[in-house]
T-cell receptor, first 114, second 112 residues
Framework: AQSVSQHNHHVILSEAASLELGCNYS??????LFWYVQYPGQHLQLLLK??????LVKGIKGFEAEFIKSKFSFNLRKPSVQWSDTAEYFC????????????FGQGTTLQVKP | EAQVTQNPRYLITVTGKKLTVTCSQN?????MSWYRQDPGLGLRQIYY???????DKGDVPEGYKVSRKEKRNFPLILESPSPNQTSLYFC???????????FGEGSRLTVL
């Protein structure tokens, strides 16, 4: 079965530290990839997405992610986190050919200490 | 303002008492979907709809029903709720099935 795995469930960082959240998926075909964020008390919103082209994609608020097809990975990065980045982060994968199905990872809670 | 609206936002009910969670979007989106969020499990897709009168099962459809009679509305129906359906539910929409999802604020349901 198709699945998405986020290895880090809870990450605690100090402000200005660098961030990398892992995301791996199991699907052999073409995929679309997403990172969503849920700030405390707010609904989920899109951080960035990858459909095709340059495997390094940039999103909002200084986040970026790199698609490595050979590793089935789409890791999220930010060079220097801020306290306001405290949130839950979800990786999601849409297998091509089935435009309706979207599979989310378990989520990673990021806590940034001021 | 573009938004996805869910109601109710909070609900406590008892086992077996039918309930409906409504979802409405004002963006003329074709695609709508329901998810449940549980600790440690992330979001799991319940049902989705590519357009009016077109619905399909997600990963966890058991115990739920949906309908899509109008483009803007996509209600989630629990015919006979059970305690294992206690969860946080999100409705989302997008212009197309592959696009950015716009989420509602969530509906927290407790089944006693």
């Amino acid at each position: 079965a198709q699945s998405v795995s986020q290895h880090n469930h809870h990450v605690i960082l100090s402000e200005a530290a660098s961030l990398e959240l892992g995301c791996n998926y199991s699907y052999g075909g073409t995929v679309n990839l997403f990172w969503y964020v849920q700030y405390p008390g707010q609904h989920l919103q899109l951080l960035l997405k990858y459909f095709s082209g340059d495997p390094l994609v940039k999103g909002i608020k200084g986040f970026e992610a790199e698609f490595i097809k050979s590793k089935f990975s789409f890791n999220l990065r930010k060079p220097s986190v801020q306290w306001s980045d405290t949130a839950e982060y979800f990786c999601a994968v849409r297998p091509s050919g089935n435009t309706g199905k979207l599979i989310f990872g378990q989520g990673t809670t990021l806590q940034v200490k001021p | 303002e573009a938004q996805v609206t869910q109601n109710p936002r909070y609900l406590i009910t008892v086992t077996g008492k039918k309930l409906t969670v409504t979802c409405s979007q004002n963006m003329n989106h074709e695609y709508m979907s329901w998810y449940r969020q549980d600790p440690g499990l992330g979001l799991r897709q319940i049902y989705y709809s590519m357009n009016v009168e077109v619905t399909d099962k997600g990963d966890v459809p058991e115990g739920y029903k949906v309908s899509r009679k109008e483009k803007r509305n996509f209600p989630l129906i629990l015919e006979s709720p059970s305690p294992n359906q206690t969860s946080l539910y999100f409705c989302a929409s997008s212009a197309r099935g592959w696009g950015e999802l716009f989420f509602g604020e969530g509906s927290r349901l407790t089944v006693l």
